[in-house]
């Protein structure tokens, strides 16, 4: 099993800045993708960003230019915790963020860290 915790959310404005972290722990392997989707109130699930263990990464067309996605193999966890940084928010972008791990075919997820931006 892994356990996938985040932070990071919050409140903010049209415009500003937020990042959110989220790290893996329990039976970890080292070939795995990590990424963020997100959940709006009313709307589906969707993807926001994606990255692999050697750092190739892949965005919504919604966030891209704006959002930026990393993991640190250099950390004392090995590549266990990714970023998300996101910049220029937009009230459309409120919604709850959740972490999500891909390894030896099976999937799992974070609690959601919610992210609200207003005015």
């Known amino acids: 099993q892994v356990q996938l915790v985040e932070s990071g959310g919050g409140l903010v404005q049209p415009g500003g800045s937020l990042r959110l972290s989220c790290t893996a722990s329990g039976t970890i392997f080292a070939i795995n993708n990590m990424g963020w989707y997100r959940q709006a109130p009313g709307k589906e699930r969707e993807l926001v960003a994606t990255?692999?263990?050697?750092?190739?990464?892949?965005?919504?067309?919604s966030v891209k230019g704006r959002f930026t996605i990393s993991r640190d193999n250099a950390r004392d966890n090995a590549g266990n915790t990714v970023d998300l940084q996101m910049n220029s928010l937009k009230p459309e972008d409120t919604a709850v963020y959740y972490c999500?791990?891909?390894?030896?075919?099976?999937?799992?997820w974070g609690r959601g860290t919610q992210v609200t931006v207003s005015s």
């Open positions: 999500v791990r891909w390894q030896d075919r099976d999937t799992y």
């Open positions: 990255i692999t263990n050697v750092g190739y990464t892949r965005y919504a067309d």
